[in-house]
């Protein structure tokens, strides 16, 4: 086979790199795979020590969360909470003169096997200060458990500063349910 000069310093060159990864691979392996010294009796005790620690941090730290989460969430099953919620809603947009285009449950969805998110979705229409700011306020009042998950602003009419919101509200439960049905919408007009 003939080789122009310049093609056979390429190839050398090429064996050279490779020659040279390979020794440099050899001579220091990955400490991911551990398959270098195994660990020492101290080392493996510290590891486990260390494990332990934070699996009694990460007890303790539930154990501190619970009173908590008693405390946020309702212990009713979703199916109540929903129609609770839309009044509730609509209660909180009249008080802070919103106008509620749509009321939107959503499936509730399990968080953990204790703990359920039930989210209604909400459109609105009202000027951003300071009726829609005064509603989410209220939503998220101290004495409540509602909490505002997402929204989006869109601007709707320059004329009278209104803007259109579309925003997620969620109530937390203790008590699951087995909604297998899609909820169905409750618009006003």
Do not use: C
Request: net charge positive; no cysteine.
């Amino acid at each position: 086979m003939n080789t122009s000069p310049l093609g056979r310093r390429i190839i050398s060159l090429l064996i050279v790199v490779a020659v040279i990864a390979l020794v440099w691979n050899f001579a220091n392996p990955p400490a991911s795979g551990q398959k270098g010294k195994p660990l020492t009796k101290e080392e493996a005790q510290r590891q486990i020590d260390s494990a332990k620690a934070d699996i009694k941090r990460m007890s303790q730290e539930r154990l501190e969360m619970e009173p908590k989460i008693e405390m946020l969430s309702s212990d009713k099953l979703s199916d109540e909470l929903i129609p609770r919620m839309v009044r509730d809603l609509q209660r909180i947009a009249k008080e802070a003169n919103v106008h509620l285009t749509e009321v939107k449950p959503q499936r509730p969805r399990p968080l953990s096997d204790k703990l359920e998110k039930v989210t209604v979705e909400v459109r609105l229409r009202a000027p951003f200060q300071p009726n829609a700011m005064q509603f989410f306020y209220l939503i998220e009042s101290p004495d409540g458990k509602m909490v505002v998950d997402k929204f989006a602003i869109t601007a709707s009419d320059s004329k009278r500063n209104s803007v259109e919101i579309s925003a997620n509200v969620t109530l937390f439960t203790r008590s699951l349910s087995n909604l297998g049905g899609d909820s169905s919408n409750v618009t006003q007009k």
